[in-house]
C-alpha cells in the first residue's frame, strides 16, 4: 500500500510538472532573436526569415512541441481557424517546432490542422527555442507550448507559456489588436487648444 502512494505522488508530481507553465520565457519589451528557419506552408517549403516577416506588420510567433501530438493539433487548428482576424489587423502567425520535423509538410496542409493558412517551421535541435526560452523543461530536446507576438520594431510585446492550447490564440489576438490600437493612437495629431 505505501508503494501505491509512493508511485501516485511520483505520477501526480510529474503530471503537475507537465501541465505547469514554464516561466523562463523571453520577457516583454525585449528584442526578438532573429532567426531563419527551413520552413512549410501548405505542403510547400521555404525558408521563413522573421525579418522579411516584421517588414509586414506584427508577427505571432507560437512554439509547440510536435506536430501531430493531441494539444498541437488543437492549438493548429486555432490558430487557422483564427487567420482571418489576425490578418484583419495586419498580423502575420508562423508555428514553430523542433519535434517530429519529417511531419511538417504535411502538418501544414492538412484541413484538420493547419489547413495551408500560415506557416509552420522547423527547429533542429531546439536551437531557435532556446534563444527564445521556449524549451520544455523536462525535455529540452522540444520546444515548450510558448507564445509571442512581436511588434514590427522587433520588441515582444507579450509571451504567454501554458501546456494547454486553449488560450494561445485569444490571447495573442488580443495582444495583437491592443498593438494595433497604441499604433493608431500615437499617429493621431494631438488636438489643438483653444
Known sequence: M???RSSAALIMLFGSLL???????LKTGVSAPRFSA????????FTFHLT?????GPVVLY???APHTYGCNIEAHLFSQAIPQFKAV????VGITAGKLSELATFSKESRYCSGKFPVASDKGAKIARKY????????GLSNRTSYVIAPSGKIVFAYSNLSPDQ????TLAAVRKLKKKAAAQKKPASKAH
Do not use: Q, W
Not at 501541465?19 to 520565457?25: E, N, Q, T, Y
Not at 527551413?38 to 517549403?45: D, E, F, Q, R
Not at 495586419?90 to 502567425?93: G, L, N, R, T
Not at 494561445?168 to 490571447?171: F, Y
Open 38 to 45: 527551413p520552413a512549410y506552408l501548405a505542403g510547400h517549403s
Open 168 to 171: 494561445h490564440v485569444a490571447k
Open 2 to 4: 505505501k508503494r501505491l
Open 90 to 93: 495586419h498580423a502575420s502567425v
Open 63 to 65: 512554439f509547440f512541441p
Open 52 to 56: 522579411d516577416a516584421l517588414k509586414k
Open 133 to 140: 526560452d521556449a524549451r520544455l523543461t523536462l525535455i529540452p
Open 19 to 25: 501541465a505547469s507553465p514554464v516561466l523562463a520565457m
